[in-house]
């Protein structure tokens, strides 16, 4: 029998199980020569329905600009993405996938939904959906709160209310 859910300890179970999903996601893509970063990049772009800032990669991957400037280079030095000006802005560009990306997001795809299946196995579809729609509303909780001002800190001290980050 398990210990009784601890509410305190949810987000921390939440983090850690999409940890151990991108690693085995990982191990599984290695062989086609792509870090993570690589591919979370490629995947956020073939998911997302119109061109993608940079500036917007950046926050849905949850990477700072000047990192996500570093992957980009390398990525478009291999002929996976490219970045064009956009119309209004010049300093703004959008991110594109290339031609040579079809293929192994085809792979990647295929290899994240066999994963799936075998993490997912055994789990009824009704108790499924129930966690994601529980998870959806927390995702929309945290996206309509604001960043807390915390002008009484200094820089690296920790917060008392950050004792529970997770």
Not at 1 to 17: C, I, N, V, Y
Not at 95 to 117: C, F, G, N, S, Y
């Amino acid at each position: 029998m398990s210990d009784p859910f601890q509410p305190q300890e949810f987000g921390m179970l939440l983090a850690e199980t999409a940890r151990i999903w991108r690693s085995r996601l990982d191990q599984r893509l290695r062989p086609l020569g792509l870090s993570q970063a690589k591919w979370m990049v490629l995947l956020y772009l073939s998911r997302s329905k119109d061109c993608m800032t940079q500036s917007a990669l950046a926050e849905n991957i949850g990477i700072m600009g000047p990192t996500l400037t570093g992957l980009l280079n390398r990525l478009a030095a291999d002929g996976w993405i490219e970045r064009r000006e956009t119309a209004l802005d010049r300093r703004s560009k959008t991110v594109h996938l290339m031609p040579k990306a079809d293929a192994a997001l085809q792979q990647i795809e295929a290899t994240a939904a066999h994963l799936r299946d075998e993490l997912l196995e055994g789990i009824p579809e009704d108790e499924l959906a129930h966690c994601a729609s529980v998870i959806l509303r927390i995702k929309q909780h945290g996206e309509q709160l604001s960043e807390p001002h915390r002008s009484s800190c200094h820089p690296g001290e920790q917060h008392a209310s950050d004792e529970r980050l997770y």
